[in-house]
């Protein structure tokens, strides 16, 4: 995805800073997938790591204050993706803190009650200071940087300066390896269960193994940890929850993956025309956990591979429709 950054009179804009997140099924977004900031000519240019719509936003401070652009629904292979920035409605600003200020601390603002994804983002400079222009809403503001617990808190216009002190995280580390043949398994994505629901965060603690199928945490909040992982068609869980303290990370956690099941289908309006972008997720009632996602193609037709062999629910969301939902046997 690439595209230009320019104000409402078609000035380009060089120094904004990019977030990208992928909406969800239920309307709010797991985190930022990428921040960016635009170069010379206002030119802005992203890898995301998967196909569908974005929700992308920029914001820049400029002479005289603070511009804020939306776009709710780019390609993931769009080119030419124009953000228009307009003069923000208020303005957040703070400092991000650990032992001393964090430079690079990312702040993320989600809007209450918002539509698709809606997160705008920044990332605090080598003071640890940040600044976001928000368009008229009520937010939630999240703080978070590599080695500390993320934060968050409500926001107002009237809340200025609004100011993060964050503590260390707690460690864990593991290897994801196949059940049946004991060999590590690349690139799964691991989910970090709060069993005591001590972590402060929307998005739940997520990451990815190596290579060599090697996965680590280092900002969970102290609590006590299920873990759980996802490879291609496979699905596994670590045997027991174990407790995660500052001063006594956990180590050689083993998470067995066995393959899982696959849904495919098709979905189409009550005129059978297929409805392409419909975002599709496996919900599975009172338990957490990394339940696949995916979009129809042109054609409306999806696949979800992976999951898990229990009852679960299958939720249907497009733009312009009524949600849906299937129960699986």
């Known amino acids: 995805m690439e595209g230009v950054v320019v104000d409402e009179s078609g000035r380009t804009i060089d120094g904004a800073i990019i977030a990208a997140s992928?909406?969800?099924?239920d309307g709010t977004s797991l985190d930022v997938a990428a921040i960016a900031r635009s170069?010379?000519?206002?030119?802005?240019?992203?890898?995301p790591p998967e196909d569908g719509l974005w929700f992308v936003t920029a914001t820049a401070a400029v002479e005289g204050g603070v511009l804020v652009g939306i776009v709710e629904a780019a390609e993931s292979g769009d080119r030419a993706v124009s953000i228009v920035m307009r003069s923000a409605a208020y303005v957040v600003r703070g400092t991000v803190r650990g032992e001393g200020p964090i430079p690079g601390a990312s702040v993320r603002a989600v809007r209450e009650g918002g539509s698709r994804g809606a997160i705008i983002a920044t990332i605090a400079d080598d003071h640890g200071e940040y600044l976001l222009g928000l368009p008229p809403r009520s937010y939630t503001i999240e703080a978070s940087a590599p080695g500390f617990q993320s934060k968050?808190?409500?926001?107002?216009?009237?809340?200025?300066?609004?100011?993060f002190d964050l503590e260390r995280g707690a460690k864990a580390s593991g290897v994801v390896v196949s059940g049946?043949?004991?060999?590590?398994?690349?690139?799964?994505?691991?989910?970090?269960?709060?069993?005591?629901?001590?972590?402060?965060?929307?998005?739940?603690?997520?990451?990815?193994?190596?290579?060599e199928g090697r996965f680590s945490f280092d900002t969970l909040a102290p609590s006590e940890y299920r873990f759980q992982a996802r490879g291609v068609q496979l699905l596994g869980y670590s045997e027991q929850s174990e407790i995660a303290t500052i001063s006594s990370p956990l180590q050689e956690i083993v998470i067995e993956c066995w393959p899982g099941r696959v849904v495919a289908?098709?979905?189409?309006?009550?005129e059978g025309r297929p409805i392409p972008h419909a975002s599709l997720s496996v919900w599975r009632e009172g338990a957490e956990g990394i339940d696949p996602e995916t979009t129809t193609s042109a054609d409306g037709s999806f696949t979800l591979s992976g999951v898990a062999p229990w009852k679960a629910r299958l939720s249907i969301n497009a733009r312009g429709y009524v949600s849906q939902g299937r129960t699986s046997p």
């Open 265 to 270: 289908g098709r979905v189409r309006d009550r």
């Open 39 to 47: 170069s010379s000519g206002g030119h802005f240019q992203w890898a």
């Open 152 to 163: 968050k808190r409500p926001v107002s216009p009237s809340d200025v300066p609004v100011d």
């Open 22 to 25: 992928k909406p969800t099924v």
């Open 180 to 211: 049946k043949t004991g060999k590590p398994v690349p690139f799964a994505q691991v989910q970090a269960n709060d069993v005591l629901g001590q972590r402060r965060s929307w998005a739940p603690a997520l990451t990815f193994a190596d290579r």
